[in-house]
Each structure stands twice: as C-alpha cells, then as structure tokens.
C-alpha cells in the first residue's frame, strides 16, 4: 500500500522579504516531498518565488484577507482553507498573533496545531508594542495542540518556562543550506571587486528598516568609526518604513558616500564574505538569523547582549550591551579594521544543529510522529 502524504498547512503571515520566511523556504526545499505535502498560507499577497518552488511539487501557496483588515472575515477564510485542504497539521507562526489563526484552524478541524514563536520584545525600548504583544502572548497558545520556536529564549518568553522544562515546545532551529555559506577568498575578492569595496574596512548591516534593528544607533556608531577611520564603509540590506527616515539622517550628517543601501538582497551568502564586521545592535530578536549566517561565512560580529545567547555557536560572536557608548561598539569594530583570518565554521553549526539537510529531516519526523 502506497504510504499517504502527511498534509501540513504553514501559515507564515505577511509575506515580507525577512529571515523568517527565508527559513520557512529553506526547509521546504529540503523536505521529503514523498512524506510530506505543505502549503503556504500568506496574509494578502505572496512573493512570486514561494509560487514557483511550491508549485513543483504540485503543493500551494493560499492567499487570505489581512486579519487587520478584517479579523472575523480572515478568521473565517482559514477555517474554510483548512475545512477543505483536510490538513493533519496546521503549523502557524505568527509569534504572539497565533489566535487568530489557529481560531481559524480549529474551528476547521484541524486535530494537530502548532503554535510556533520567533520573536520576543522589548520593555525598555519599545514600551507601546511590547505592551501590546504581553497582552497577546498569553493568548498565542489557547488553540494550539502543540508549541515550537526558533530558540529556547524565544519559546519561555512566548509560552513559558515551564512548558519548555517539561519538553512541550519544539525547538526548530533557523538552520540553513551550508554549503551556500562556503567562505571562499576568490568569492571575498571579486565581491569586494564587483561593489567596489576595495582598500575600504567594511561594516555590514541586514534586516528590515523597523525600530527593532535600532538603525539610528547604527549610524552613531559609524559616525564615530569614520572620524577614525575614513575609508570605513556601512552597508545597509533590507527595505522597510523607516528606511527614508534613515537615508535623511545619513544626508544630514554628511555620510552618502560612506553608507551604501543595497535594498533587499538575495546574495547575503556572497556579500558577507565581501564584509569585514556585521553589526547587529537589535532591541530584542528571537534569535538573529543573520548572525547565523555571518558565522557561518567566518565572518566576525558585533551583537546586543538582548540577542538571545544561542546564537553563538562560535567565538566569532561579541556581545556588548545597549547600555554601553556608542564610542564603546565602535571601539570594538574597530579592532578587527586590520584583518583576521576567516576559518571554516560548519562543523560547529552542524554540531548545533543549525545544517538544513539534517534540521529538515527532524522537521519531518517531527510531523510524522504528530500524526
């Protein structure tokens, strides 16, 4: 008898140009398509891409009104998407927002539902919002079988510490394809030769322009770095509604020609070893993809200490506290401006369990065991 296909729903929310929806591919794409069959489920519109993998695998991307714009008519539309995709497991991911969703998955009758969180918040910096998301935090898992995030940070800060020391939340790490994270110095020279990055000391940046990746304090560091050193260059990957409000600041201090903004890239694997530091100052992340793949290229870098712990699976990592000077991070870029040597970091993310291929397979296993 032919083994029937487990049938997930993944419902990723907005479809932004973000690590989590790179992730969410990245795993698709190693997944045993005999196993399993996944469709996406996107709040309004999807990114072209996601259409074209699925689509190979005769799987779906399925597209619902934005619950912002109307809650009662989103939550209605997942029920019927699930009533008649007959999913084993729906698998939502939309942090302290899963409610709405998995409201819509029960009362769908979907027997398996997963509440996955990927981000936490911040008190201090962002009082509003973080309010807001304790508020929705205790109610993320009310319709949810099942809980997983991206770190144990993340998962005691979503769904409590206890569930996480009685083994109830499932660790997914953000694993990626290593092999497109491959340090080479021929990719670090014609890089550095195609962007016209030779003879500078390059500090590079990657995420949404949002209060979260803290961008102004970004530029009060390389304000300080380049009084020291004039031929430092930033580099900014990513779009996002803070981002004219960050250029205008760039001009009003003088820096167009030291600060590139480069939009959003899908090449970040080339461009990292094309750069000398990331900087990576967030207010609060659930994990920092990112700095995953800065490692993974032997790429040094330059993380608050609010960035959860796990992420460092290497010494390639410095944590320094958003407490501390601007002077001080610039202090600490600076004493990697005359070089070091990159060395071959995979077998430290294998160990940590951050490889595709293998991270892949728990998934599957994990929704094979579910069922």
């Known amino acids: 008898m032919k083994e029937r296909k487990v049938r997930v729903l993944r419902i990723i929310g907005q479809c932004k140009t973000g690590g989590t929806e790179t992730i969410a591919l990245n795993y698709y794409k190693h997944l045993n398509h005999k196993k399993i069959a996944m469709d996406f489920l996107f709040y309004g519109n999807s990114l072209p891409r996601f259409n074209e993998v699925l689509s190979q695998n ?11 714009d109307n809650l009662i008519e989103s939550i209605k539309q997942i029920r019927d998407v699930v009533q008649n995709g007959c999913y084993d497991i729906v698998h939502a991911q939309l942090n302290t927002l899963n409610l709405f969703p998995l409201l819509g998955a029960y009362l769908g009758g979907a027997k398996i539902r997963i509440a996955a969180n990927h981000s936490t918040a911040n008190l201090k910096y962002e009082p509003q919002k973080t309010i807001i998301k304790y508020i929705l935090r205790s ?16 998962g005691s800060w979503c769904f409590g510490k206890q569930k996480l020391r009685k083994g109830k939340i499932k660790i997914i790490h953000n694993a990626i394809d290593l092999k497109e994270f491959n340090y080479t110095d021929e990719t670090r020279n014609k890089v550095r030769s195609d962007m016209k990055w030779k003879d500078r ?10 209060e979260q990746k803290n961008h102004k304090f970004i530029i009060k560091i390389f304000s300080y770095i380049h009084k020291k050193c004039p031929y430092a260059l930033l580099i900014f990957a990513g779009e996002g509604h803070l ?19 480069l939009g959003v890239r ?49 010494e390639l990592v410095n944590f320094l506290s958003l407490n501390d000077s601007a002077d001080i991070w610039a202090e600490k870029i600076l ?22 291929k293998s991270a892949s397979k728990d998934l599957e296993n994990y929704y094979i065991s579910l069922v």
Not at 58 to 68: E, K, L, P, Q
């Open 139 to 154: 109610t993320a898992g009310i319709f949810a079988t099942h809980y997983a995030a991206c770190s144990e940070y993340a």
């Open 335 to 356: 004493s990697y401006k005359d070089g070091y040597i990159r060395r071959n970091t995979h077998p430290d993310l294998t160990a940590a369990g951050y490889e595709i």
């Open 201 to 210: 000391f390059v500090i590079g940046h990657g995420g949404r322009f949002t």
């Open 266 to 314: 899908f090449d970040m694997n080339e461009l990292m070893q094309g750069m000398d530091v990331f900087l990576f100052p967030s207010l609060y992340e659930g994990l920092g993809n990112v700095i995953t793949e800065a490692q993974a290229v032997g790429l040094i870098s330059v993380v608050s200490d609010v960035v959860p712990s796990e992420v460092k699976m290497t």
């Open 58 to 68: 005769g799987d779906s991307v399925i597209n619902v009104i934005n619950y912002s």
């Open 243 to 261: 981002m004219d409000e960050i250029k205008e600041l760039v001009h009003k201090l003088g820096l167009d020609d030291n600060i590139q903004f």
